[in-house]
């Protein structure tokens, strides 16, 4: 198993926009088939579908240079057909005002002091129906708001599943193990487990079809026993963190009657009898480690180890090659790691031995794997906190034993270590982009992988077998879908397995860029990485998204995502801000970006965006921005802090509340993550450091004279009162576990009172609420259901960028510099003093 896959802290907020990796077993991964009112001030409000309808050419069988930039020319006459004159004209002259703000109860918090008023705090009451009805009247407006851009939503749905679209008959990839060949299908109702025997004319037995199982509930691992004869698999369903865990014996084809309830995660023992599983406390920390026999109620099963620290996540691995059972105790600042044997038997009813490899130590991360004799280490124990991989022998693994093998130099991190009998893989990230090593065990010899594409992720892929040279490994990157690869380390010879080029993209049209944007405290380097067309013009006036995370040390990362193609052919530019709080450039990087350092992390998105605007990328009314999670307080932070820098954002499940989340131990989490943003409950400076960037504490009051909250000293300005706003859209699902929907419901509440004259009933810019009653934190329902969430939030975008240029500018998808949605075409005009950014520059 890859070294520190399943061993950092297993439940944080953090979440990047997809659903977390899944795992089959020691690296069998999931593959996975996978009305807008204008301002009111401004007349001429039209809709993308009735502006489409105005501008639109007449149809031909071609695609002339003057066809509309919205739709690809194939679905204009699907277009006309959705599109009627009578029910257009219905839309647009209907304009549905948002809901008035719900009822105000302030209530006092005094802390060190401080006093906070929180007017909205009664929405923590979940039954209160006056809750209930907000959230309907919110709903209720976000549903007429999007119905006059029915038609737009349906188009660009049907846009990206074109861009979804992959060869059809496509031999399913394969992993050879004990005389098997395993592997995954995909049906129109979920993924398909399969294996077959190994040579001709094998008979395909199917392991599991997910299509079986009940509404919202979701495979989340699936593991094989070490000599496979029992599949197990853990379901949950939609929202939570614990499942169900079920087995499967291979040999009768029958399942097992018992089922593991309230199941966090579980790895299998090396004598086909015994799983290890781990529990979780109602705080959803996982604390408990359990041994189970298979065949046994689960009542009989035996606590192997238990963590009472609740700052600790407690995870269960093995180690690649099977030898000893892995329970790692992780912080979000430290390690400690106990080891077992994989084969010990509990039929006498003794409890197996647990061997600590080096007590934690505050600050030093720590994850292990195990090669022939000796333990091998991923580490940050050194004074520069960059993880480098250590070996200690397995009588003597103390810190003191531990020998360098490789260490990552600045502006580098060792990510992930895969161990393979003669060979150990590395991936890294080297200045925010991958690098993959191979380091020969007999010489000690490493040397690197020359990788397909620059701009790219990478993750280790399905690499069960212990006893090869060859490894596979998945590269996603942001103009093709996900490809695996096969690389021979002794022969150095990589071969494409699997490479689906994108459904009718020209990709020679697009490019990546890289540029560094100095930080505001002249301490940093920003990295940001830019995706657009080729050729691009530096005249300020191309739209452009900007997407960022900067939390928990998890980078933003530069791969595909479907929701971006419909902005990329229209001219837009997608820029990636690697902003402190990610491990981009290093473990450094992070912590310059959590804790005391955490309003880095939206200055450097600032800076990124005040960048772009003076470099003639852009211009604040056709800059947009949008986050996911932690990223979603990072856009509520922003909003306040720099409100006139953008037209209009998108936050996602957004943390906007971390105020009275990290003063209220008793909310899941909490505990946990005061190593990331602090206890504000500490001391004074730590409370005001967090209210100063807090979303929800920092939206100004329209009139500070009725300020209801004590204001109490600050180092930092009051977020300011512009003349600009951007437009919001927020969404969130009453089924998180991570994130509350009531932040999301009081912050956008605390908008509508404070800033009514913006985002009131009769604002001047929209603000959309949507809360979803089934969604978890990582989304719900099915690819289509997703695929028309990000149909919905690409037209909210083009909405705000179109109405600031006057309606559709003339231009075939893909079409020259600048014809993109409310942007005149740049063959019109003048543009002699515009910059043209080169490819690679």
């Known amino acids: 198993m890859p070294l520190a896959r399943s061993l950092t802290p297993a439940l944080t907020r953090a979440h990047t926009g997809h659903p977390p990796s899944r795992t089959l077993s020691a690296g069998w991964r999931l593959v996975h088939s996978t009305s807008f009112p204008s301002p009111r001030p401004n007349s001429g409000r039209g809709t993308l579908t009735s502006t489409l309808r105005r501008v639109s050419p007449p149809l031909t069988a071609s695609c002339p240079s003057t066809s509309i930039v919205l739709v690809r020319c194939n679905y204009q006459i699907q277009q006309k057909r959705d599109l009627s004159f009578l029910g257009t004209l219905r839309a647009v002259f209907k304009q549905p005002l948002p809901p008035k703000p719900p009822k105000k109860l302030p209530k006092e918090t005094r802390v060190l002091g401080r006093v906070r008023v929180d007017e909205f705090e009664w929405m923590a009451n979940k039954n209160d129906p006056d809750l209930k009805d907000y959230i309907q009247a919110e709903n209720t407006y976000a549903h007429e708001y999007f119905a006059s851009e029915t038609a737009a939503i349906h188009l660009l749905n049907r846009e990206m599943k074109q861009v979804l679209r992959t060869q059809r008959i496509s031999a399913p990839l394969t992993t050879t193990v004990r005389g098997y060949e395993y592997y995954t299908k995909t049906s129109r109702h979920g993924m398909v487990y399969c294996r077959r025997k190994k040579g001709p004319m094998a008979k395909e037995e199917i392991l599991l079809d997910s299509g079986y199982l009940p509404d919202n509930c979701n495979v989340k691992k699936v593991l094989l026993s070490t000599g496979h004869q029992t599949f197990s698999f853990l379901t949950e369903e939609e929202g939570e963190e614990l499942g169900s865990l079920h087995f499967r014996d291979l040999k009768r084809g029958e399942p097992y009657e018992e089922v593991l309830e309230d199941v966090f995660n579980f790895v299998w023992g090396n004598d086909n009898k015994t799983v290890y599983y781990t529990k979780a406390t109602e705080l959803l920390r996982p604390y408990q480690v359990w041994a189970h026999q298979v065949g046994t109620p689960q009542e009989a099963d035996t606590l ?108 580098e991190k060792i990510e992930d270590v895969d161990i393979f009998r003669n060979f150990m893989v590395i991936y890294a990230k080297r200045d925010a982009l991958p690098v993959v090593s191979c380091y020969h065990f007999e010489t000690g010899a490493v040397h690197e992988v020359p990788l397909p594409e620059q701009f790219c992720t990478i993750g280790a892929g399905v690499n069960l077998d212990y006893d090869t040279d060859s490894f596979q490994f998945t590269l996603n990157s942001p103009y093709a879908h996900e490809a695996t690869y096969e690389y021979d380390m002794g022969s150095r010879v990589m071969t494409a397995l699997r490479v689906h080029p994108i459904h009718r993209l020209d990709r020679s049209k697009f490019t990546c860029t890289r540029i560094n944007v100095p930080s505001e405290d002249g301490t940093a380097q920003i990295p940001v990485t830019l995706l657009h067309r080729k050729n691009l013009q530096l005249n300020g006036r191309n739209p452009t998204l900007m997407r960022a995370y900067g939390a928990y040390g998890v980078p933003t990362d530069i791969d595909f995502r479907v929701e971006h193609f419909p902005l990329l052919e229209r001219g837009w530019i997608i820029a990636l801000a690697h902003v402190r709080g990610g491990s981009e450039l290093g473990t450094l990087w992070y912590h310059q970006g959590k804790l005391e350092k955490k309003r880095n992390t939206f200055t450097d998105f600032i800076d990124v965006a005040e960048h772009l605007v003076e470099a003639g990328y852009t211009n604040p009314r056709r800059l947009t921005a949008s986050g996911v999670s932690a990223g979603g307080l990072l856009m509520g932070a922003v909003s306040n802090m720099r409100p006139d820098l953008f037209r209009a954002m998108i936050l996602s499940v957004p943390f906007l509340d971390p105020m009275t989340t990290m003063l209220d131990p008793k909310i899941p989490l909490t505990k946990v993550e005061y190593l990331e943003w602090g206890n504000p409950a500490d001391s004074e400076q730590m409370y005001d450091y967090m209210a100063s960037y807090s979303p929800y504490d920092t939206i100004p009051e329209s009139d500070p004279s009725s300020s209801t909250t004590e204001s109490h000293p600050s180092s930092f300005p009051p977020p300011p009162l512009t003349e600009r706003r951007p437009a919001l859209l927020i969404t969130c699902g009453e089924r998180d576990q991570r994130v509350d929907y009531t932040q999301s419901a009081k912050f956008v509440a605390r908008l509508r009172s404070r800033l009514n004259s913006w985002y009131g009933p009769e604002g001047k810019e929209a603000c959309v609420l949507m809360v979803d009653e089934n969604r978890g934190h990582f989304g719900n329902g099915t690819q289509d259901d997703r695929v028309k969430t990000w149909a919905r939030e690409v037209v909210f975008l083009l909405s705000k960028v179109q109405m600031e240029g006057g309606g559709f500018g003339p231009g075939p998808v893909g079409s020259g510099p600048g014809s993109s949605i409310g942007i005149e075409p740049m063959t019109r005009g003048k543009r002699s003093n515009g910059k043209m950014l080169k490819e690679g520059s």
Request: charged share 30%.
């Open 304 to 411: 192997v180890f238990q963590e009472d620290d609740d700052s600790i996540f407690v995870d269960v691995g093995s180690t690649k090659d099977q030898r000893y059972i892995t329970i790692n105790g992780n912080s979000l600042s430290s390690s400690e790691v106990r080891v077992l044997d994989a084969g010990h038997d509990f039929s006498s009813g003794a409890v197996p031995e647990l061997k600590v490899i080096a007590p934690r130590e505050e600050g030093v991360e720590y994850y292990v794997d195990h090669h022939d004799d000796h333990y091998y280490i991923l580490t940050n124990a050194n004074p520069k906190k960059n993880f480098r991989v250590m070996r200690a022998h397995r009588d003597d693994p103390n810190r003191d034993s531990w020998v360098e093998l490789m260490e990552a130099k600045d502006g």
